[in-house]
Nanobody, 116 residues
C-alpha cells in the first residue's frame, strides 16, 4: 500500500507560479513511476507530467516549458513546479504512483485556481 498526500495548491494570478508537493508513505520502495494528473470541471482527468524511478520525465504538450516535475527520494516526495500559469491550468491536481508496475494509487487532490 502507498499513501499519497498533496499540498501546495491555491489561487494564483495568470503568469504566477505555484509548487505542488506529494508526500508518499507506505511501500514507497516499490514505486516505479510517479505522475501528476489534473481534472478540470467537465473534463476528463489528464496526465500532466511523469517521472520514473530513473528520473526520466515526460510532460503534456500543454505544460512543456512551464512545468517541471522532480522527486526527492530521501524525503519520498515529488514536486511539480508550475510557472507562467494560465487560466486553463485551473483544475484539481492529483498525485499518483504506480507500485511494482501493477497497482496505481491516488492522492486526494489539491485545487489550483488561476484567476485575476
Amino acid at each position: 500500500q502507498v499513501q499519497l498526500v498533496e499540498s501546495g495548491g491555491g489561487l494564483v494570478q495568470p503568469g504566477g507560479s505555484l509548487r505542488l508537493s506529494c508526500a508518499a508513505s507506505g511501500s514507497t520502495f516499490g514505486i516505479n513511476v510517479m505522475d501528476w494528473y489534473r481534472q478540470a470541471p467537465g473534463k476528463e482527468r489528464e496526465l500532466v507530467a511523469r517521472i520514473t524511478i530513473s528520473s526520466i520525465t515526460n510532460y503534456a504538450d500543454s505544460v512543456k516549458g512551464r512545468f517541471t516535475i522532480s522527486r526527492d527520494n530521501a524525503k519520498n516526495t515529488m514536486y511539480l513546479q508550475m510557472n507562467s500559469l494560465k487560466a486553463e491550468d485551473t483544475a484539481v491536481y492529483y498525485c499518483s504512483a504506480v507500485l511494482s508496475s501493477v497497482r496505481r494509487f491516488w492522492g486526494q487532490g489539491t485545487q489550483v485556481t488561476v484567476s485575476s
